[in-house]
Nanobody, 119 residues
């Protein structure tokens, strides 16, 4: 069971990046997926989730700028990030999990990818 995030890099403020999360060893269909980020010196935060049925949720500061999506046929999940600002600088990680009510619980964690936004 493995998840691997990719697509990070250095981008100027106002720019865009699209992160991908690829699963191997298991199928993502049936799992909820979450993207977390961890900025330097800060705790890890949940950025966005997508349920197995496609319902999405977002952290307040990224609403309207980030879009989470999934392609079950490709066994991948994506995070489109637009209008990036320096506060978005962090390591972004994906995971497969489940919801209990409105709470998301990660089950399998993947390796992160670094996003750096310059001002």
């Amino acid at each position: 069971v493995q998840l691997q995030a990719s697509g990070g890099g250095l981008v100027q403020a106002g720019g865009s990046l699209k992160l991908s999360c690829a699963a191997s060893g298991f199928r993502l269909v049936g799992y909820a997926i979450g993207w977390f980020h961890q900025a330097p010196g800060k705790e890890r935060e949940l950025v966005a989730t997508i349920s197995s049925g496609g319902t999405t949720t977002y952290k307040g500061s990224v609403k309207g700028r980030f879009t989470i999506s999934r392609d079950n046929a490709e066994n991948k999940v994506f995070l489109q990030m637009n209008s990036l600002n320096p506060e978005d600088t962090a390591v972004y990680s994906c995971n497969a999990g489940h919801f209990v009510g409105s709470y998301y619980y990660p089950d399998y964690w993947g390796q992160g990818t670094l996003v750096t936004v310059s001002s």
